[in-house]
């Protein structure tokens, strides 16, 4: 069975960093790129970054350029997000998605406030 | 970026009947492999999206055959037939032809 179990979300402060976590199983976790959608509070979708099955590629929304890190380990079947610098605009909850779109993760909250 | 226009936002519906969903796309989304990477996703409350459609018109598998996709170019339609409870949700097209991916603003499909 497909999962991508998410985990990280948390409260943090304008300005801290926070590290987002995307554990997959039930698939062969190399062959697909993998993508992160944030969905801010009763808004909806946004496309946050993409990654490349080997990593050689890695794609950021601009709102995030330079501030968010994605990176994977395909050892571990895991994909992470670091957030730096966040702001009250990166607030929302966040997914991960697998290429295709077929499975999504249960999604994780970050709130950005002080 | 490619900007997705969905109409209408809101869609109340009769149970039993039909519903439609436009999605139009500013850029022609025919990618370099010749298909249209348009995706529809439904949205329950409280939970993550799902596929329903991929590439403009293949239902996923576990998808009732009341939904289907169409359209090419720039302009695809979700249609939804006989209406169900289950069926209560926003809706969302998405398109992956270009970079950055992007979102409809989705449409909230409820019952009246």
């Known amino acids: 069975e497909v999962q991508l179990v998410q985990s990280g979300g948390a409260l943090v402060q304008p300005g801290g960093s926070l590290r987002l976590s995307c554990a997959a199983s039930g698939f062969t976790f190399s062959d697909y790129w993998m993508y992160w959608v944030r969905q801010s509070p009763g808004m909806g979708l946004v496309w946050v970054s993409q990654i490349k099955t080997d990593g050689s590629v890695i794609n950021y929304a601009d709102s995030v350029k330079g501030r968010f890190t994605t990176s994977r380990d395909n050892a571990k079947n895991t994909v992470y997000l670091q957030m730096n610098n966040l702001r009250g605009e990166d607030a929302g909850i966040y997914y991960c998605t697998r290429g295709g779109l077929d499975f999504w993760g249960q999604g994780t909250l970050v709130t950005v406030s002080s | 970026d490619v900007v997705l226009t969905q109409s209408p936002l809101s869609l109340p519906v009769t149970l039993g009947q039909s519903a439609s969903i436009s999605c139009r796309s500013s850029h022609n989304l025919v990618h370099s492999d010749g298909d249209s990477h348009l995706w529809w996703l439904q949205q329950r409350p409280g939970q993550s999206p799902r596929r329903l459609i991929?590439?403009?018109?293949n239902r996923d598998s576990g998808v009732p055959d009341r939904f289907s996709g169409s359209g090419s170019g720039t302009e695809f339609t979700l249609k939804i037939t006989r209406v169900e409870a289950e069926d209560v949700a926003v809706y969302y097209c998405?398109?992956?032809?270009?970079?950055?991916?992007?979102f409809g603003p989705g449409t909230k499909v409820d019952i009246k």
């Open positions: 998405m398109q992956s032809t270009h970079w950055p991916f992007t």
């Open positions: 991929y590439k403009v018109s």
